[in-house]
């Protein structure tokens, strides 16, 4: 359970060639949840993954929705020749998609004749920041904006900041962290160690567009 009460649980794949490899642990684990809960949604993200959540729908009768959070192909070939040979003619065994935006939308609706698919655009009203008066620094101003969460890297920004501070001792720069969550006491110790780091802890929606100003 994390500081922002939101309970989840981690499950730990072997990996092979850093390719996640199911074990009999896992797939119980994951058969668990499965029968535990009403309807499923998965991010879709590495090769096989669509088998082993295709087998377990199957297997639990449950539906199971696909949330497509990063480009549908990249720079890595084998994932990419995967994609378009094997995940595209399993994608219509789910029984739903959600993408981030309309081009990913249209290409697997259009091009590839998926159905059931949906994009739910972001909720933010991004008139308010357009409209901010842009503010330019003598000095470098970071900003990163979530949840303390190792899925948000926060872990690999502490760290790259730890070695840019090391590689330029007199920097100007400064880096301010906006959220909570459970990577905070980590951010702590970092900002101990460096001065130029800001943990400005979580700042409510309303306030949000004062941050932004600042970076």
Excluded: C
């Amino acid at each position: 359970r994390s500081q922002l009460d939101v309970p989840y649980e981690t499950i730990r794949f072997p990996k092979l060639l850093g390719v996640l490899i199911p074990s009999p642990t896992t797939l119980y684990q994951l058969y668990k949840h499965f029968l535990w809960a009403e309807a499923v949604h998965v991010i879709h993200g590495f090769l096989g993954q669509d088998i082993l959540i295709l087998l377990l729908k199957l297997l639990t009768g449950k539906k199971v929705v696909l949330g497509w959070h990063a480009p549908i192909f990249h720079h890595i070939k084998i994932h990419n020749a995967y994609m378009k040979y094997i995940s595209r003619y399993l994608l219509n065994f789910f029984d739903g998609h959600m993408t981030l935006n309309a081009s990913d939308k249209s290409f697997l609706e259009n091009k590839w004749h998926i159905k059931n698919v949906q994009f739910i655009p972001s909720g933010i009203k991004v008139e308010r920041f357009l409209s901010l008066k842009r503010n330019f620094h003598s000095n470098l101003n970071f900003l990163t904006i979530g949840i303390y969460r190792p899925q948000k890297g926060i872990d690999l920004l502490l760290k790259a900041i730890t070695i840019f501070n090391r590689k330029y001792p007199n920097n100007k720069a400064v880096f301010r962290i906006v959220g909570g969550g459970e990577l905070k006491s980590l951010i702590t110790s970092f900002v101990v160690d460096n001065k130029n780091i800001v943990d400005a802890g979580y700042v409510k929606y309303e306030e949000i567009t004062q941050v932004y100003s600042q970076s």
